[in-house]
């Protein structure tokens, strides 16, 4: 039986994959789904590649006049002057050699290109336009005839068709969408778009865009620039389809300290750790066990008006030991409790849903040490702790909570499986309310009699 794309159930974690990852995974796909052929000529470039050995390996380089353009996660490489058309290798060769690690800046973003792609120089006439965007339960199919650098200046010559995610394709008329391309060219582009959608489906993307995507005299659709998103949170059940991949941060992306430490700790250790940081003076704390927890928890604080104020998103998971996790408890308690006397009534989340296999009494010491540690700073800051918790060995864990809770002379509640994961929430930004509310009285009463002196 069809199994819907796993963002139906859950909120969906959006990582977007490089260029030649998403190319590929269309390539190899949509032959098996949709039976349509696309040119495979496309090869990665980065800084450990020789670029005489793949020479060799794909002749076809020497061959054909080329594309280089980075692959880097930013658009606009026309327009940035980092786009090189109809070369020759030496050429493609020269231009990446005098760009490869070098800052590039970009709205105001700096970073090294790492990445280039290159690919056949296709000349064409016609430049199409065609994205699929999954929003919630519903997967949005934008199509234009007027594809190409302007197509924003122009959207209201786009079509839209909305499907419910899930359902398939077969059957929808996608004639709508077409009404601006020419009739011979229609039966090649609406297979495209089914197959394309077949593909989104199954291995469960989030966005597939095509900007633009051409058609030769032939029939042949040529994707001539992808970019793709996919469903972290679904790599579970696509571990063979998409095969070795990487979701590589975003152009720019300068680490903090805090994330750097936290990204070493993951690299060393078979759990997962992940830290972002995303509000330094955030009053809204994380420290959630499991990705699929980790995304609810955010996505509901966000739902409930609160998302400016939550200072950041990551997760522990894979039953990480006892010092691994103090060592992550400790950095995110570091972030929380920094400047306490400012920005009063900060709250920290301490959550997860059942566990299948973590041991919630190993994990919760390592937590309940790093507690200990930054006991005085927790009151300085005036902390409250929500705690919800299930799986292996939870009573024992929430018995260590309620005992520290007792030390630590903070407000904390603490929860188990007979209460919903996201209880603990709608509590907790009670009280970061009651606290803004209470210290806006307190900034006003100090304006008046300021002015009343």
């Known amino acids: 039986p069809h199994v819907p794309p796993f963002s139906v159930f859950c909120e969906m974690a959006r990582k977007k994959v490089r260029e030649f990852v998403a190319k590929r995974l269309l390539r190899q796909h949509i032959q098996r789904l949709a039976n349509i052929k696309l040119d495979d000529r496309s090869v990665q470039v980065d800084q450990d590649t020789h670029l005489s050995r793949i020479l060799g390996k794909f002749p076809w380089l020497g061959e054909t006049k080329l594309v280089v353009k980075p692959d880097m996660l930013f658009g606009q490489r026309g327009k940035s002057g980092l786009l090189l058309l109809d070369a020759d290798i030496k050429m493609a060769t020269a231009f990446m050699q005098e760009r490869m690690g070098k800052d590039v800046t970009l709205k105001n973003l700096t970073g090294p290109v790492t990445h280039f792609l290159v690919e056949p120089f296709i000349p064409h006439e016609h430049e199409y336009y065609l994205s699929l965007v999954v929003n919630r339960v519903t997967v949005h199919i934008n199509f234009s005839a007027a594809g190409g650098v302007e197509?924003?200046?122009?959207?209201?010559?786009?079509?839209?068709?909305?499907?419910?995610?899930?359902?398939?394709?077969?059957?929808?008329?996608?004639?709508?969408?077409?009404?601006?391309?020419?009739?011979?060219?229609?039966?090649?582009?609406?297979?495209?778009?089914?197959?394309?959608?077949?593909?989104?489906?199954?291995?469960?993307?989030?966005?597939?865009?095509?900007?633009?995507?051409?058609?030769?005299?032939?029939?042949?659709?040529?994707?001539?620039?992808?970019?793709?998103?996919?469903?972290?949170?679904?790599?579970?059940?696509?571990?063979?389809?998409?095969?070795?991949?990487?979701?590589p941060e975003a152009f720019g992306r300068v680490f903090t300290e805090e994330e750097k430490f936290v990204r070493g700790l993951d690299e060393k250790s078979g759990a997962s750790l992940k830290l972002t940081v995303l509000n330094p003076t955030g009053r809204i704390w994380l420290l959630v066990a499991g990705g699929g927890a980790s995304v609810i928890y955010a996505d509901t604080v966000a739902d409930l008006g609160m998302g400016h104020e939550l200072g950041n998103y990551g997760e522990?998971?894979?039953?990480?030991?006892?010092?691994?996790?103090?060592?992550?408890?400790?950095?995110?308690?570091?972030?929380?409790?920094?400047?306490?006397?400012?920005?009063k009534g900060r709250v920290l989340l301490i959550g997860g849903g059942v566990a299948n296999f973590t041991d919630i009494a190993k994990t919760f010491k390592g937590i309940v040490h790093a507690l200990k540690e930054y006991k005085e700073k927790l009151r300085?800051?005036?902390?409250?702790?929500?705690?919800r918790r299930a799986g292996p060995n939870y009573k024992a864990g929430l018995d260590l909570m309620?005992?520290?809770?007792?030390?630590?002379?903070?407000?904390?509640?603490?929860?188990?499986?007979?209460?919903?994961?996201?209880?603990?929430?709608?509590?907790?930004?009670?009280?970061?309310?009651?606290?803004?509310?209470?210290?806006?009285?307190?900034?006003?009463?100090?304006?008046?009699?300021?002015?009343?002196r």
């Not at 394309?196 to 995507?213: A, G, S, W």
């Not at 522990?316 to 920005?343: D, F, I, Q, W």
């Open 316 to 343: 522990y998971s894979g039953n990480p030991n006892e010092e691994e996790t103090y060592c992550y408890a400790k950095t995110v308690l570091g972030l929380a409790t920094r400047n306490p006397h400012a920005r």
């Open 380 to 387: 300085e800051c005036g902390m409250a702790i929500y705690v």
């Open 402 to 452: 309620r005992d520290v809770g007792k030390q630590l002379g903070v407000p904390m509640e603490v929860y188990g499986p007979e209460y919903a994961m996201t209880c603990i929430i709608p509590k907790a930004l009670d009280h970061v309310k009651k606290c803004m509310d209470a210290q806006g009285r307190f900034v006003y009463t100090q304006q008046r009699e300021r002015r009343s």
């Open 151 to 247: 197509v924003e200046e122009n959207w209201d010559k786009v079509k839209r068709c909305t499907l419910t995610a899930g359902d398939s394709i077969d059957g929808v008329d996608l004639s709508g969408l077409l009404v601006d391309v020419p009739m011979g060219s229609r039966p090649p582009l609406e297979a495209f778009i089914r197959g394309c959608y077949r593909v989104f489906e199954e291995l469960d993307f989030t966005m597939m865009e095509f900007n633009p995507f051409t058609i030769d005299d032939k029939g042949n659709v040529i994707p001539l620039d992808m970019r793709g998103e996919l469903d972290e949170d679904a790599a579970f059940r696509n571990k063979a389809k998409w095969g070795e991949i990487e979701f």
